[in-house]
């Protein structure tokens, strides 16, 4: 079960890859959306037999923690807002949550931290080829959407975030909302028994342990409900999705 696992997630890495590679021509034809939006259906139904939202992300023992987690990533935004949430120790830091959601709300981290706290210790598998162990601190996404009220057109939750991986670029990433309503998913705000450093995503991040490192989304700023990327930076879902990675990262 697992080679044929292996072998479809490299047929469809491969596949998603020619399209991705001929976008640009593509999508300036008049039959060229059409195809794009079939072959990211096509991957989105593989997925789900491949990684059902049943599926759980194998979990660990303290035992296992790896001695350092490295940062993947930004390591210290700079952007001024950033910066002036730093200065005073996200004290003013409030997590926004809108778009297609019934009661738009902000949150703090003692807000997100009354509503639940759990733990999990999980694998993080970075895209450059290493991974690391950790205990990871938070609130199951799933209980602050619940908060807001999701609306029934909703399909994706966009985590927008501080860092800018290039000049006026801020770094965001989504996941749909099964994903997001997966009992592994958090918005994780410590890490290893204490607050989440900040080179590792503080004061906040998203912790899929499904899917790659880059999917992890650091340093949120705001969550927003979509059921389009078509208005969001490239289209794609994710900064590195507009630059040809995979939307689905599973592993």
């Not at 199951?140 to 909703?154: N, P, T």
């Not at 340093?219 to 990675?245: C, K, M, P, Q, T």
Request: glycine share 10%; proline share 5%.
């Amino acid at each position: 079960m697992t080679d044929r696992r292996s072998f479809l997630r490299l047929a469809i890495g491969g596949a998603a890859s020619l399209v991705l590679a001929g976008c640009d021509r593509i999508s300036g034809s008049s039959w060229g959306p059409k195809v794009l939006n079939k072959a990211q259906g096509l991957n989105r139904r593989v997925q789900a037999l491949l990684a059902p939202s049943s599926a759980m992300a194998k979990e660990y023992t303290e035992a296992d923690l790896s001695p350092v987690f490295r940062s993947n990533g930004t390591a210290m935004p700079t952007t001024p807002a950033y910066q002036a949430l730093l200065a005073n120790g996200f004290r003013d830091y409030r997590l926004q949550v809108g778009g297609l959601v019934d009661r738009p709300m902000s949150f703090s981290i003692d807000d997100l931290k009354q509503i639940e706290q759990v733990a999990q210790i999980t694998r993080h598998d970075c895209v450059e080829g290493w991974s690391a162990i950790g205990k990871w601190h938070g609130t199951r996404l799933s209980h602050v959407l619940d908060k807001v009220g999701v609306q029934a057109k909703a399909r994706y939750v966009v985590f927008h975030c501080y860092d800018e991986m290039d000049p006026g670029e801020p770094y965001y990433e989504s996941v749909d909302i099964p994903e997001a309503r997966h009992p592994q998913t958090l918005l994780a705000w410590g890490l290893n028994d204490k607050p989440l450093p900040i080179k590792n995503g503080a004061p906040l991040r998203l912790r899929v342990s499904r899917q790659l490192g880059y999917k992890q989304a650091k340093y949120i700023a705001r969550i927003e409900l979509v059921d389009s990327f078509a208005h969001i930076s490239g289209g794609n879902g994710g900064y590195w999705e507009d630059y040809g990675y995979e939307w689905y990262a599973g592993i």
